[in-house]
Each structure stands twice: as C-alpha cells, then as structure tokens.
C-alpha cells in the first residue's frame, strides 16, 4: 500500500536492523515494559510477517516514499490476550523517533484503518496503549477513534504493580471512517 508520503510494505531484512535499533531506544520504547534485545526485535519481526502468511495483512514496514528510509511500522494485529474486548483486531505503531513529529502515523494508520474497515471486511477496530502516552492518545484521536472510559483495562501482559499495566482502549467503526 502507499500513502501520499509512504510505503507500506511487507518486511525485508534490510529492515531488521534499523528495526532493532529503534526497538532498543529507551524513548521509543517509554511505554512498553522494556526496550528489546536484537534477538527479541528480530524475533518479532518474524511473528509479524508470520501474521502476513495467515491473514494476508499485519503490521507493514513503513518507508518514506522520497528516500525509502525504514522508519518503523504501522498496520493491523490481532490481539488474543484476556481482556473483556478481546479478541480484537487492533491498528498499532511504532516508528523511529526521527520519524516523530511528521503526521506519519496518523497518515499510515488512517490507511490501515480504511484496509481493515474496508477489503479486511472488519466492522470495528481498536488501538490501545498506556494511560501516559499522550502522543499515541493524539494519534487515536485525530484518526476519529473513540474512548469510553469503561473500557479501559489492566493489560495483563505487563506486570502488576507496573506504571504502564493501566491501559486505555480506544474503537473504530465503518461508521465513523
């Protein structure tokens, strides 16, 4: 897929390092329990394009169009932990922090929502993160998503006594693309 400044593509392995590294930067990684090893982001790298094979969609690299820099991921994942919404397909990213500041994610996820909503044939979608990341909050709601209170939950995947356990859930519909 490709947007007026991106393109969203499956995973190449020249994307593995610079993904490594952004997944090892402590500022990136602020709102996840800890930054990841070479071997824990490469491993992840793997499950999502395992994710590709099986539903044919996931979390695509993102590149700028202009340069065909790697900046990080944007796409759809299917989250199957215990919660009171799950399972549910969620609309995520995480781009390098030289990326921050560009509109990129919204304009990525704000595709990703339209391929979900639309040929994915989903009729509703979610995004999460922790209570504290305002600028991922901003991202949900410039994407026209909406948050109910009620909804927000302990991630359980993320240790009690954690700042980062509260988590908020934000919804989209077709109704509201």
Known sequence: METERLVMRRWREADLEPFAELNADPEVMRHFPAP???EESDAMAGRIEAAFDEHGYGLWALEVRATGEF???TGLAWQRFEAHFTPALEVGWRL???AWGHGYAT???RAALEYGL????RREIVSMTAVGNL???????RLGMRRDPADDFDHPRVPAGSPLRRHVLYRIG???L
């Not at 600028?135 to 709601?141: G, L, T």
């Open 135 to 141: 600028r991922s909050r901003a991202v949900m709601e």
């Open 107 to 109: 304009e990525a996820a």
């Open 36 to 38: 990841l090893t070479r």
């Open 174 to 176: 077709r109704d509201l």
């Open 96 to 98: 390098a922090r030289r």
């Open 71 to 73: 900046i990080g991921f």
């Open 118 to 121: 639309g040929p994915a044939g």
